[in-house]
């Protein structure tokens, strides 16, 4: 545990001591924003339900134009803006799911079943007038051909971790797909302290398919010296929304941010099992809420950003509320 945390804090101090060299404020046209998000409850000395995801994502800067399908879907969808600036997005990312006690190979019935999720999305953003508008297809697997039992076996082994002796009773391989949209207002409500920026931005969505269905709404908060032009970092759903892409106004800025998330949740296969095939399950909870914190710093080509997450149980016979940290950084990508 405590390597694990000397191992995240020194990545850190790293990105924080190469930010400022000339490198990153070169004046070159932008190709667009590549973000890796880090999601883990090793940070808090945890290591159950869901105990690790991680999500690349890529969004093509604003300075090259659309591509054709990027226009038709913003045209189709009809909560879309008819105005606005339409920017494409593309990620890949797994997550992985185990019972409080990973040592036993027979985990009991009554506590969540080992899952994995590997997958990958396609999404598209509209802005206009401080809103964002989010549309996202996502498309992957479920069970063994997720290679979460590898990933997990794996990382544990480097960081000298107890090894899984479960996984033998994960959920079966099922393709797995999910639609989701957000909508989010930046600037619904800001002040100016002294200096010092605060800005409210309320956010509603929804998530359909056999992964994940639910509906979802909540705020976060901002408070920070020459706030970006972001909607917070990014994070792997279910969760607060972020935004991969950010357009900085200064050389540096920084804001500290808070923000909650509650969800009516209809299907989590994770909880629920698998669709077509009997296996593992437990009785999921209806109404789940995060609460997340955290800070984030940019310069002119990168964002670094730390969130600190709470989340409610999320099955009945769970013994309490989850917590994990999620490490996000995005790069300026030059030409």
């Known amino acids: ?61 604003p300075d090259r134009p659309p591509p054709r399908w990027a226009l038709k879907w913003a045209r ?10 339409v920017r494409p997005g593309y990620a890949f990312g797994q997550s992985m799911f185990t019972p409080k006690d990973i040592t036993l190979p027979d985990p009991p019935l009554w506590d969540r079943p080992y899952a994995g999720w590997l997958f990958a999305t396609v999404g598209l953003g ?20 997720s290679l979460a039992e590898q990933s997990q076996k794996f ?39 002294s200096g010092v920026q605060l800005d409210l931005t309320p956010h509603l969505g ?6 994940f269905t639910y509906a ?23 969760g607060l929304p972020g935004a991969g892409d950010f357009a900085p106004v200064s050389d540096f800025g920084w804001y500290i941010f808070g923000g909650v998330d509650g969800r ?7 909880l629920d099992g698998n669709t077509f095939r009997d296996s593992r399950t437990v009785d999921k909870e209806p109404f789940v ?26 099955f009945t016979t769970a013994d309490g509320s989850d917590e994990f940290g999620a490490v996000a950084v995005s790069f300026k990508v030059l030409q």
């Not at 972001?230 to 792997?236: C, K, L, N, T």
Request: glycine content about 10%; overall charge positive.
């Open 1 to 61: 545990m405590t390597s694990t945390r000397c191992h995240a804090l020194a990545f850190l101090f790293l990105i924080v001591g190469v930010c400022p060299a000339r490198i990153f404020s070169a004046e070159k046209p932008k190709t667009g924003t590549l973000s890796f998000v880090l999601e883990n409850d090793l940070f808090y000395g945890r290591d159950q339900n869901y105990t690790n995801g991680l999500r690349f994502t890529w969004v093509p800067g």
């Open 76 to 85: 189709f969808v009809p909560w879309f803006p008819d105005q606005g600036v």
């Open 126 to 145: 509209v802005e206009a007038d401080g809103r964002l508008d989010q549309f996202g297809v996502s498309l992957g697997v479920v069970g063994p051909a």
């Open 155 to 193: 990382v544990h082994k480097v960081i000298g971790a107890p090894q899984p002796h479960g996984w033998d009773t994960q959920l079966h391989n099922e393709v797995g797909i999910v639609v989701t949209s957000q909508r989010s207002w930046r600037d619904f409500a800001k002040a100016n302290l």
């Open 206 to 211: 929804a998530a359909l398919g056999n992964v």
């Open 216 to 238: 979802n709404t909540g705020l976060t908060m901002r408070l920070g010296v020459r706030l970006p032009k972001d909607y917070g970092p990014p994070r792997v759903l279910p």
């Open 264 to 270: 009516a949740v209809a299907q989590n296969i994770f």
């Open 289 to 314: 809420g995060d609460f997340q914190f955290g800070f984030v710093v940019d310069w002119p080509d990168i964002r670094l950003g730390y969130t600190h997450v709470f989340r409610s149980r999320e």
